[in-house]
């Protein structure tokens, strides 16, 4: 079956850390770009970063600046979403998404999601 997974997400402290991961099954990852995005209750799905198919990463906005990294691991066929110093603000359902092509902002785009992971940032 042909899907992205999410595993992981959860409650964590203000300051705390977190990594996501995005896993697929079905297909070879590392040939699509992949792309992280966040959505908070009541407001618009967000983009955060994305990892081309060349390792480049591109940031969307300033939410990820400095605080959150992405990365691949192409033997385990998994993108992460590494996310240092969290804030309250960062709580959010957050997504994986897949495009064949390059990193581009915008989330109509990309062809396959993830399921969505909750992250909650509260002490």
């Known amino acids: 079956q042909l899907q992205l997974v999410e595993p992981g997400g959860g409650l964590v402290q203000p300051g705390g850390s977190l990594r996501l991961s995005c896993t697929a099954s079905?297909?070879?990852?590392?040939?699509?770009?992949v792309a992280w995005f966040r959505q908070a209750p009541g407001k618009e799905r967000e983009g955060i970063s994305c990892?081309?198919?060349?390792?480049?990463?591109?940031n969307f906005g300033d939410s990820a600046k400095g605080r959150f990294t992405v990365s691949r691991d192409n033997a385990k066929n998994t993108v992460y979403l590494q996310m240092n110093s969290l804030k309250p603000e960062d709580t959010a359902v957050y997504y994986c998404?897949?495009?064949?092509?390059?990193?581009?902002?915008?989330?109509?785009?990309?062809?396959?999601w993830g399921q969505g992971t909750q992250v909650t940032v509260s002490s």
């Open positions: 990892i081309n198919t060349s390792g480049d990463v591109t």
């Open positions: 079905g297909f070879i990852l590392v040939e699509y770009a």
């Open positions: 998404a897949r495009w064949f092509r390059f990193c581009v902002p915008s989330a109509d785009h990309y062809d396959m």
